[in-house]
């Protein structure tokens, strides 16, 4: 579990296929003293398990699925990432609850920068939509945001000067890739509200 929050971003230094996936190496900008491996650590939003570890950098696997479902499959050596790790009993959650399972790839659809600061509207899986909300929060690329506005296609969030400077998201441009993951109270409450409405909920079989 994570909440949002960007302390950490690395590099990627290389990527291998094998049998399962990849593997792929990072470079850390700055030093995790936390983190063990083994440990969970989200890249881009995407939860994948440290390996590997030294105090310069950091490997994992990316399953198949991962490769398909993410953009972590298109990234290029060279690639900045926004990295965070796990939280743990009793850290303050001050973005909010992420589980670094990715719902879908977006797409910005275009930045319209004020000053120091930026809207940015994002195109998101016609699935995901019923999941977005005003006032909700959305995580783009591992970063928690807050939704400002939604319209047919997609919705909109304001990036801060701070997110910007300390975040990948400071650099997006127009038609890029991003990672999305929907509010998992929204996940929840729309599955129940499906499930009630097809009458599910009172045909539970042994």
């Given at each position: 579990?994570?909440?949002?929050?960007?302390?950490?971003?690395?590099?990627?230094?290389?990527?291998?296929?094998?049998?399962?996936?990849?593997?792929?190496?990072?470079?850390?900008?700055?030093?995790?003293?936390?983190?063990?491996?083994?440990?969970?650590?989200?890249?881009?939003?995407?939860?994948?398990?440290?390996?590997?570890?030294?105090?310069?950098?950091?490997?994992?696997?990316?399953?198949?699925?991962?490769?398909?479902?993410?953009?972590?499959?298109?990234?290029?050596?060279?690639?900045?990432?926004?990295?965070?790790?796990?939280?743990?009993?009793?850290?303050?959650?001050?973005?909010?609850?992420v589980s670094g399972h990715v719902d879908g790839v977006g797409y910005v659809r275009k930045i319209?920068?004020?000053?120091?600061?930026?809207?940015v509207w994002v195109n998101a899986p016609s699935k995901l939509m019923p999941l977005i909300a005003?006032?909700?929060?959305?995580?783009?690329?591992?970063?928690?945001?807050?939704?400002?506005?939604?319209?047919?296609?997609?919705?909109?969030?304001?990036?801060?000067?701070?997110?910007?400077?300390?975040?990948?998201?400071?650099?997006?441009?127009?038609?890029?890739?991003?990672?999305?993951?929907?509010?998992m109270l929204a996940r929840y409450v729309t599955r129940y509200l499906s499930a009630s409405a097809?009458?599910?909920?009172?045909?539970?079989?042994?």
């Open positions: 579990m994570f909440t949002g929050l960007i302390r950490y971003r690395g590099e990627l230094l290389s990527r291998q296929g094998n049998d399962n996936g990849e593997r792929i190496v990072f470079a850390l900008h700055n030093e995790i003293p936390s983190l063990k491996e083994g440990d969970s650590i989200a890249v881009n939003g995407v939860c994948l398990t440290a390996l590997e570890l030294s105090a310069q950098s950091i490997a994992a696997d990316l399953s198949r699925e991962t490769l398909a479902l993410s953009t972590l499959g298109q990234l290029d050596p060279g690639a900045v990432v926004n990295l965070e790790t796990s939280l743990r009993l009793g850290d303050s959650l001050d973005g909010h609850l319209e920068l004020e000053e120091l600061s930026a809207r005003v006032k909700g929060s959305i995580t783009l690329d591992g970063v928690s945001l807050t939704v400002n506005a939604v319209d047919q296609n997609g919705f909109c969030v304001q990036l801060i000067p701070h997110t910007r400077q300390l975040t990948t998201l400071g650099a997006l441009q127009a038609g890029q890739a991003i990672n999305l993951e929907a509010d097809a009458g599910l909920d009172d045909k539970i079989k042994p």
